[in-house]
């Protein structure tokens, strides 16, 4: 009985992901999934029966399942629309860390009795193996978190990747060890294994930039997947290794198809070669940028046949997507016709503008993907730029020292005039000068990108 | 080598699914818009919050007076909970703003 259950939990999930990958079936999907895992959940409290045995602690169990009910959908519920992918990074950090807990309370089991020969030489690798990922998984998710609410900055300092090499590098060799020596595995040496992959988890992600978030979550996401597998080996149970490995390889090739949208390898993510002072070395003669006025932006944008609006993160750290969407409608009561060009990474997280501006309840037919802005562009008259960077700079297509040279980007420059909305001059994110600021027909307007727009509608509104 | 041939032989099954799972997570993945990353790694998220049937059973195993393993398999499942609710949850609140666009 149990494992049909467990068989349709695990049908579930490959149909819920295979119609999560469809816009017109994503939700249902997602909802199929979910009640596979009900199912999976429910079957295991009432069902699971070991050496004969069923299992005891209801009290303990349910009350756990209620609490953390609770905690998950409060905060599922409560978060805003801008800190999602931060939320999806904390959910992930939990998954990693109730991995990491099982295979600590599975190896107390381990000291108590002690047990030699192969087979369970082998189950402490796996409980090993569910431990180091699932706390690496933990503190990762942890530091990427409060990186995207902005709470801890990049950090690095010279050597950080030899030195997180070597900590990599100690936790295999204790791994070992404790493996070999099995039956005088000791716990203190359990214990350094744990905190040392908690230390990697922070010290991988920290010196990873702020715009590379996305794909470090995505990637912890696979490692969690493989944690939980890890589970699936441990209690040889089908449901947790399909769920798991699923994940682990769907996560990967998420990990990957999101790099190839920046056109940057993973590697390159990892080590971060990305957004350090040494590339500023590129940057040319810059010449210089002309600032414009509000009230001149008003008047180029109200007497414009076609504006299009390129949002990026400054959009999504000011929260101006409603504010945005008003002057669209603004503009539109003018018979301005108003698009928006989505670059597939503008933002922390691929697809972020998309959700950001459905949020305001832009119209969908309103967003052009990069492949239909970039075919409409010299037919648009201005094309304002809010808070996005390297997703419109030239130097993507011209530079080839440039460190996103390949980066299909918005070729913006082919509108009649462009307007930047940036807060000040400072590169972004990806840390190099941008041509596009410095060209006749690109006019700059700084200020916080919200603050911006509710004066551009203002000043509309009331003179003209 | 014999500890790993023998521990092959005997979850070969699990190691069929995970083989099959592999290949089948690349193949699901491969031909997804871009648009639908950030909900489908949400609802990758959520999957793999399958691991508090680990955390479960790891609590209905415990011995009641062990308490170590009570409070550490508490936890687990506490926070196994939070990550597959928080995780359908979230999900399905991005995917409705995906849906309510195209309606009107």
């Known amino acids: 009985m149990l494992s049909l259950i467990y068989l349709i939990g695990s049908v579930t999930f490959i149909v819920g992901l295979k119609m999560l990958s469809n816009p017109a079936t ?10 596979g895992m009900t199912l999976a959940i429910l079957g295991t409290i009432f069902l699971y029966k070991h050496h004969g ?3 005891h602690n209801y009290g303990w169990i349910v009350a756990g399942l ?18 999602m992918p931060e939320m999806v990074s904390l959910f992930n950090g939990m998954g990693g860390a109730c991995a990491a807990l099982i295979s600590v309370v599975e190896f107390e089991y381990m000291t108590e009795v002690i047990f030699t020969g192969a087979p ?55 791994a070992v060890v404790v493996t070999i020596t099995l039956p005088a595995a000791t716990v203190i040496l359990f214990v350094v294994i744990l905190l040392l992959s908690l230390l990697y988890g922070v010290c991988f992600v920290l010196p990873i930039g702020g715009a590379d978030m996305p794909v470090v979550i995505s990637l912890l996401n696979s490692f969690t997947g493989v944690a939980a597998a890890c589970g699936g080996f441990l209690y040889n149970n089908p449901v947790m290794l399909t769920g798991g490995i699923l994940v682990g390889s769907a996560g990967t090739i998420l990990t990957i198809l999101m790099c190839k949208a920046m056109n940057r390898s993973l590697k390159n993510v ?19 940028y002309k600032e ?37 409608n603004l503009l539109e009561a003018r018979g301005v016709e108003v698009k928006y060009a989505i670059h597939p990474v503008a933002g922390r997280m691929p697809g972020h503008m998309n959700v950001l501006l459905a949020e305001a309840d832009v119209p969908y037919e309103k967003l052009l993907e990069m492949e239909q802005a970039n075919g409409q562009f010299n037919t648009t008259d201005v094309v304002l730029v809010l808070g996005a960077n390297d997703v419109v700079n030239p130097a993507a297509k011209n530079d080839p020292a440039s460190p996103i040279y390949g980066m299909p980007i918005l070729e913006v420059e082919n509108a009649r005039s462009v307007i930047v909305n940036k807060r000040s001059m400072k590169p972004g994110y990806a840390g190099i000068e941008n041509d596009l600021f410095f060209q006749p027909k690109t006019s700059m307007l700084f200020g916080d990108a919200k603050h911006v727009l509710q004066q551009l509608v203002a000043e509309i509104v009331n003179s003209l | 080598m014999d500890v790993i041939f023998s521990f092959l032989q005997q979850h ?29 790694m949400s609802g990758a998220n959520a999957i793999h919050g399958v691991v508090i049937i680990g955390a479960i059973i790891v609590m209905g195993e415990a011995e009641p007076d062990n308490y170590l393993a009570l409070v550490l398999g508490f936890l687990a499942v506490i926070l196994g909970t939070i990550n597959v609710v928080g995780g359908f949850v979230v999900t399905d609140r991005m995917l409705e703003m995906f849906k309510s666009k195209k309606t009107k």
């Open chain 1, 26 to 35: 994503a939700r249902k999907g997602n909802a199929i999934a979910a009640g």
């Open chain 1, 270 to 288: 990892l080590i971060g070669s990305f957004g350090g002072p040494k590339v500023a070395g590129t940057s040319k003669e810059q010449g210089a």
């Open chain 1, 120 to 174: 369970v030489r082998m189950q402490l690798v796996i409980i090993l193996a569910g431990m180091v990922i699932g706390s690496v998984s933990f503190a990762g998710s942890v530091i990427a978190w409060g990186k995207l609410n902005g709470s801890i900055k990049d950090i690095s300092f010279k050597g950080q990747h030899i030195f997180n090499l070597i900590v990599l590098a100690v936790i295999l060799l204790l």
């Open chain 2, 12 to 40: 070969l099954e699990a190691v069929y699914i995970v083989i099959l799972s592999v290949f089948l997570g690349v193949e699901v993945i491969s031909r997804v818009p871009s648009v639908l990353h950030t909900p489908l």
């Open chain 1, 292 to 328: 414009i006025s509000l009230s001149d932006t008003a008047v180029i944008m109200a007497y414009a046949q076609k504006v299009m609006i390129v949002p990026g993160y400054g959009l999504a750290v000011a929260q101006a997507q409603h504010a945005c969407h008003e002057l669209e």
């Open chain 1, 53 to 55: 045995q069923g299992l």
């Open chain 1, 66 to 83: 209620f609490i953390g009910g609770v905690i998950g959908l409060v905060s599922a519920r409560r978060v805003k629309m801008t800190a």
